[in-house]
């Protein structure tokens, strides 16, 4: 007898996962936001994407979302905003449980949760106005599993923004060695004498293809290295 053929997920081909695809669906679906609010709120909180992908996806898992409403966390208070969740969820290290609507009934659901960095507490390192620091996303590990350095900023007036690098890029090499840690890359650039030519080997999804990487070789000349904490 032939064994009956598991149900693809919903969610194969998508880099992100299905915790911050319902995540995204259900700010928008759930609180008065627009669009770009929860693009706002998402970055802020280490998810970096656009509005439009707010819009797809929610087009397209919406429906299998509808009739899952947030509504307590580990028992607590009602949930009614979106404030009143992010306080509930604030200190949460592991997992918590999440009660939901769901088809008139309330559901608990244990959801595993994924800690980061705050990025306002990190430090990063400004090299000739490109702005490298650890990655702090909430769906990295997805397109990062290596944990690579990533480019954060680059600042409009140096040389880096028109070496071509971009925002988020992430840090495969420098010089053809690989740094995981933000302060063994300041060791390494610090002893390098002022003008030395630096080589970085970056990698970034493509804009060309859907789910394929670009790679790139970006030449930077060492005219300042500074430590930077966000304040």
Known sequence: MPRPRKPASPFRYFNSSPEVIRLVVMMYVRFPLSLRNVEDLLFERGIDLCHETVRMWWNRFGPMFAGDI?????????????????ADLRGLDKEAIISVERNGKSVNVRSPLNVVADPLKARSINF???????PWRLDDFDFNPDNHLIVEWYEMTEEASLSGIEVS?????VDGRRFSEIDQLYSYLDQLPEGTVVEFMVKRLSKAMEFYSEYHQISLARTKLDWVTAE
């Open 128 to 134: 000739s106005g490109l702005i490298i620091g650890r």
């Open 70 to 86: 947030i509504t307590a966390v580990n028992g607590g208070a009602e949930v009614g905003t979106l404030p009143e969740l992010l």
């Open 169 to 173: 890029d992430y840090i495969l090499s």
